[in-house]
């Protein structure tokens, strides 16, 4: 990550991209969510989804990979450039999921984060607050979900 | 699920409990949460965790998943009873959720929902509105994460 210091609220980043298959929808809910539209084509084609979707906590759970992913390939080419690089913290949690529509077998949904609000930490020297709205939109771009993240971020050490 | 008119705010239900190994910590990791931390012992000890502990995803993915079993269950044994069984509808998503403590390999996590909000669905004849506080309590009775989720139910169609 970049330093504290060094971002502005309206800042966006696209994370990546994610093709959903049947198999690891599947997957996915035989391990954390087995209802009937999670699991089986033939039962979501019956129910108020018209067809196999993933689990919401899948679909935000793969919004946490591509998020470590992008933040793991920057933080590398930070190295290779030799800049200095941020120590993200704990995240205190999350608020205002909204599944907004299905994630259905063979959709690819893009993953993007946006900088809304950073504070300086009052009980934290040297760290500080960020707070992103997370989205997840599909190939015809529409919203699938949003969440509002908060983690702790430290600030540039010579400032 | 009962339905919905049967359903009153304060009613709590434990739904399971759920021992997390270390083999399905860094599984899950390597899916959807790649940090060193939840896949690597000597990492997570050097870490600010101290050990290796669960994404948060994954601790509320596994609330999911205690969830659904126990619905499962109970709805069999009320069709068993010759009892009619009201059907959940689509949870709009979740908010406020805390992480409140690690969860580390071994420990055992129990789960419970308590109703803190019924209302009649004016969009949806025949539909409400139930809204849960969730929880997730360690084997020392410290409260490890907990969140609100919303979804549509059933009402009782003879009322």
Known sequence: MEFLDDIKVGARTVLGRHTFTA?????????????????????AARSLFGGLCASGWHSVAMWMRLNIDHQQRADAARRARGEPVAELG????????KWLK?????????????VVAIRVSNSRPGWGLITFRNTG????????????????LQRRPER
Chains 1, 2 share one sequence.
Do not use: C, M
């Open 23 to 43: 198999a690891e929808i599947k997957a996915f809910a035989r391990a954390y969510d087995p209802q009937p539209f999670h699991l089986d084509e033939a039962a």
């Open 90 to 97: 704990l995240s205190p949690g999350f608020r205002e999921l």
């Open 102 to 114: 299905p994630v259905h077998a063979g959709d690819s949904i893009t993953y993007a984060s946006e």
């Open 137 to 152: 939109t599909n190939q015809s771009d529409e919203l699938v979900l949003s969440f509002i993240s908060t983690t702790f």
